[in-house]
């Protein structure tokens, strides 16, 4: 719709736009525009930096966490994600069958299937466990998301990972719109639907298994000290002086990181192979990139090896171009006396946004968008377009915030060796 119409309005105070030239007067450093009260209903009790909606508070968290996300903490935590790569591969091989002899029926295809999306999920449940709170979950080694959580009563039982997550996610984004009835329509809907009171199960089984787990964490610092990790950050800042943070919020900022950690990577990960495979010209030149920059028997990429290798960076920006983690809306609000967005005064209050699923697809900046093409992201003027995007926070990385020097490692090296398993 956006191809005809730049502004849709799509709720009764609600404005999506489609000209990238909106993306500085709603998202830009210098807007008036803040996050809307859509991230208010997810909060609770205590923010978070994904939720947190005043401005000065979100500048606090982020210098907070900065530190935490300094490029020499993220190449000190390698070891975690490569370990966790090791342990990919080797669910990779089990799964692998030897050749069949010619004289051997074809199998049941059912019996060679791969599910690569659990699996990789998997990967980034046990690495974003381990960055985030020395956790060793081990979901890898089992092949199953069961997980330990324990509830303010002290009674310890499992819970899935993905499923609570999922659930948390699905029952607030049903009603989050309506975010005047968002109580309202959450007491009711979970009196009157099973449905709805299964989801808000599952959900306080993510709550019981974040505290758990950061609490678990907390006893080691007791126990062990300083451990090098996320949880270390928030416990204490860089001249070692303790931050004194609520408990709520601590455990705030470890969910939020568990769950960005985990499945918004594993998205970006199943997305960027999908469209590998379905662009062979790609992957074999990606492929062609990788092997000249690493050893022969090489299993694990160092990242110092792959961080600048222009083809692969392209693949990814070219994947999270086409299908970005977040594809939906990221609702702002202007402030009472209204913002000017594309030249026109808005009323104060109203709900502005833009979504980077269309934004990455401006026929103006990116030809054929719909088509898979890395090399458009080796030319100079894509990169300054990038750079002009990052700057004005619409790319998945402006939700991760400082996550998005996790995401890299990871996705540099996870992708590097799919590739050469595939």
């Not at 050749?99 to 690569?116: A, R």
């Not at 330990?148 to 996610?169: G, I, M, P």
């Not at 702002?332 to 833009?354: F, N, Y």
């Not at 002009?388 to 926070?393: F, H, R």
Request: hydrophobic share 40%; charged share 25%; aromatic share 10%.
């Amino acid at each position: 719709m956006h191809k005809k119409h730049p502004i849709i309005r799509i709720g009764p105070n609600s404005l999506s736009y489609g000209d990238l030239n909106a993306i500085r007067d709603i998202y830009g450093h210098g807007t008036k525009c803040y996050k809307d009260v859509f991230y208010q209903t997810e909060a609770g009790l205590h923010f978070n930096l994904g939720n947190v909606i005043d401005k000065q508070d979100h500048a606090r968290k982020r210098k907070m966490l900065a530190g935490a996300f300094a490029m020499k903490n993220v190449q000190a935590w390698e070891f975690k994600v490569a370990e966790n790569v090791a342990h990919f591969i080797e669910a990779c091989d089990k799964h692998c069958t030897a050749p069949l002899p010619e004289s051997c029926q074809p199998p049941d295809p059912k019996d060679l299937t791969f599910d690569f999306r659990t699996w990789t999920n998997f990967f980034t449940i046990d690495a974003i466990a381990n960055i985030a709170l020395s956790e060793k979950l081990g979901v890898l080694r089992t092949g199953n998301d069961l997980v330990s959580a324990q509830t303010v009563d002290n009674v310890q039982y499992e819970v899935k990972f993905r499923d609570c997550l999922h659930a948390s996610k699905i029952a607030h984004t049903r009603i989050a719109y309506a975010d005047k009835w968002y109580w309202f329509n959450s007491k009711y809907a979970t009196r009157l639907l099973p449905s709805y009171r299964e989801l808000w199960r599952l959900s306080q089984g993510w709550n019981d298994f974040v505290n758990h787990q950061a609490r678990k964490r907390l006893a080691r610092s007791f126990e062990d000290g300083k451990v090098d990790d996320f949880f270390q950050c928030l416990m204490n800042s860089k001249d070692g002086s303790p931050r004194s943070l609520e408990w709520g919020e601590i455990a705030s900022e470890v969910g939020v990181l568990l769950d960005a950690g985990s499945a918004t990577t594993a998205i970006a990960l199943n997305n960027v192979m999908f469209w590998l495979l379905r662009s062979p010209s790609c992957l074999a030149r990606l492929q062609e990139e990788i092997d000249a920059a690493l050893d022969v028997d090489t299993i694990v990429a160092p990242y110092d090896k792959v961080k600048h290798l222009p083809y692969l960076r392209a693949c990814l920006d070219e994947s999270l171009r086409l299908t970005p983690p977040f594809s939906y809306n990221l609702p702002r609000r202007t402030p009472p006396d209204g913002a000017v967005i594309l030249g026109t005064l808005i009323p104060g209050d109203t709900t502005v946004s833009m979504s980077s699923y269309v934004a990455h697809r401006d026929e103006r900046i990116f030809p054929a968008p719909e088509k898979i093409i890395p090399e458009r992201w080796l030319c100079l003027s894509a990169v300054v377009l990038k750079h002009a995007l990052d700057g004005t926070s619409l790319t998945w990385s402006k939700l991760l915030c400082l996550l998005a020097l996790y995401t890299g490692m990871d996705l540099h090296s996870h992708i590097r060796n799919g590739t050469r398993i595939g």
